[in-house]
């Protein structure tokens, strides 16, 4: 995958792409809004399932992403799509669910898929501010998931909030 990267635009658009699925599967994937007064309907509770594994299967799309972008940049020493607050933007969504997904399910595989996605946020930072300030936001998030996580993933997460600082 490497070798389509070179084409920025195809990256570019995958990141629109994820971007506009982490919108619609967060629409439905936390629909605890309603009172205990209004019952939920069966289907409800199903699109719930389908956007909790939706929002599971793009994150991971996103870490492959991040993956083949830095591959690809080692193998060119210049880094790729620096020019897209897409991917940035794409890439903070996937922090998010990231750091929900460690809180939620204690998984040591999402600390990981986060520290690549933080790596490509880090890159990209001495062309966007923003992705700085990301990393930053993603550090406090991370500092509160290991206080509330199994020792094991705590430990693994303290590691990472010392290597974003």
Request: charged share 20%.
């Given at each position: ?33 309603y ?76 600390v ?14 001495s ?31 303290k590691?990472?909030?010392l290597?974003?600082?």
């Open positions: 995958m490497p070798s389509i990267l070179a084409d920025s635009s195809i990256a570019v658009a995958a990141s629109l792409c994820y971007a506009a699925r982490f919108i619609l599967y967060s629409m439905y994937a936390c629909n605890e809004h009172s205990v007064i209004e019952a939920r309907v069966p289907e409800e509770t199903e699109m719930q399932k389908n956007s909790i594994s939706g929002l599971k299967e793009v994150t991971q799309n996103v870490y492959h992403l991040a993956q083949h972008i830095i591959e690809a940049t080692m193998s060119t020493e210049s880094l790729l799509l620096s020019g897209s607050l897409l991917l940035t933007h794409c890439l903070y969504q996937a922090s998010t669910e990231f750091t929900w997904f460690i809180r939620e399910d204690n998984g040591v595989e999402e990981a898929c986060l520290k690549s996605v933080v790596q490509l946020l880090r890159a990209i930072r062309r966007w501010r923003i992705a700085g300030k990301i990393v930053r936001i993603i550090a406090r998030r991370v500092r509160t998931t290991a206080n509330d996580t199994k020792e094991n993933i705590s430990r693994s997460l590691q990472m909030e290597w974003l600082l």
